[in-house]
């Protein structure tokens, strides 16, 4: 069984950082894994995810002010989040799926969530 544990949210201001981290359990080293975020009223974005082989990919909205990363020793996930805007605004989900394109299905296995506020 593979559980999921978002931490890192909070609320800043538009320009700010913030780093989310995902501590994962289970078999998820062959696993796809990623973070998507949900704002009321829009549809669920994929907005990075990190294959089993290392490869990264990251919507348009949010190339070059994100970057995600895992640190495989430990099963942890992280997003570094820079330079955020309002609409970044979002419950934030760590996902992981043995199959990436679950991870756009909204298949597999999600976290709790931990929400980001951006003010402007």
Partial sequence: QVQLVESGGGSVQAGGSLRLSCKA??????FAMGWVRQAP???REVVADIDSDGTKRYANSVKGRFTISKDNAKNILYLQMNN???EDTAMY???AAP????LELNLGYRGQGTQVTVSS
Wanted: positive net charge; proline residues 5%.
């Fill in 84 to 86: 955020l805007k309002p």
């Fill in 93 to 95: 989900y760590c996902a």
């Fill in 41 to 43: 009223g829009l549809e």
């Fill in 99 to 102: 199959i990436r394109a679950h």
């Fill in 25 to 30: 359990s289970g078999h998820t080293n062959t």
